[in-house]
């Protein structure tokens, strides 16, 4: 099983700040990985996949980069409705489909 | 817009059963495969099972492999997920989710449903 680790826990960032996310998968994982956000009490919604690819209607201060076992999601300049908790989740190697712990984005 | 519908949550014993439903419009159901992922409460994501748009292939989680089983009835645009000799631990919200693409290699979920909570407690 692929274990992805994502980091820092929880990341205090002041609107209209840069956001800098990570995700480090066990073993390369190629760049068969997807981006989450989830709002409390909402769904889970994509933000990227294949590791930089953004979803239909995903604004562009979202990107995601890397590829093999590390990763990054990068929001340019924190919005209000980007307070949230964000999951990478690999697809290379499954089953089973494996997510990260999740970064909760909370205001500085 | 893609839209998934789940049903058929609520409060089950432990050792008992549940059907889970989840009910798929605006998009041609019998060419996506489908998955259910769960989300324990306060916790993390868990991918749950998969099955392959013609129902042939299905693959498990290994935490629900024996109890759980995920079926499809393409003319009726619905996946289902039949839980059976529930535990605690399977205490969370169930979302149906349609893989993101119909080709193969493209596992990651888009969109998912609304969710339904499911409660395994005496």
């Known amino acids: 099983e692929i274990v992805m680790t994502q980091s820092p826990a929880t990341l205090s960032v002041s609107p209209g700040e840069r956001a800098t996310l990570s995700c480090r998968a066990s073993?390369?994982?190629?760049?068969?990985l997807a981006w989450y956000q989830q709002k409390l009490g909402q769904a889970p919604r994509l933000l990227i996949y294949?590791?930089?690819t953004r979803a239909t209607g995903i604004p562009a201060r979202f990107s995601g980069s890397g590829s093999g076992t590390e990763f990054t999601l990068t929001i340019s300049s924190l919005q209000s409705e980007d307070f949230a908790v964000y999951y990478c989740?690999?697809?290379?190697?499954?089953?089973?489909?494996?997510f990260g712990g999740g970064t909760k984005v909370e205001i500085k | 817009q893609v839209q998934l519908v789940e049903s058929g949550g609520g409060v089950v014993q432990p050792g008992g059963s549940l059907r889970l439903s989840c009910a798929a419009s605006?998009?041609?159901?019998?060419?996506?495969?489908m998955h259910w992922v769960r989300q324990a409460p306060g916790k993390g994501l868990e991918w749950v099972a998969f099955?392959?748009?013609?129902?042939?292939?299905?693959y498990y989680a290994d935490s629900v492999k024996g109890r759980f089983t995920i079926s499809r009835d393409n003319s009726k645009n619905t996946l289902y997920l039949q839980m059976n000799s529930l535990r605690g631990g399977d205490t969370a919200v169930y979302y149906c989710?349609?893989?993101?693409?119909?080709?193969?290699?493209?596992?990651?979920?888009?969109?998912w449903g609304q969710g339904t909570l499911v409660i395994v407690s005496s």
């Open positions: 989710a349609k893989r993101g693409m119909a080709a193969t290699g493209t596992s990651w979920f888009d969109p």
């Open positions: 605006e998009f041609t159901f019998s060419t996506y495969g």
């Open positions: 099955i392959q748009y013609d129902g042939i292939n299905k």
């Open positions: 073993q390369s994982v190629s760049s068969n």
């Open positions: 294949d590791a930089s």
């Open positions: 989740q690999q697809y290379n190697k499954w089953p089973p489909l494996t």
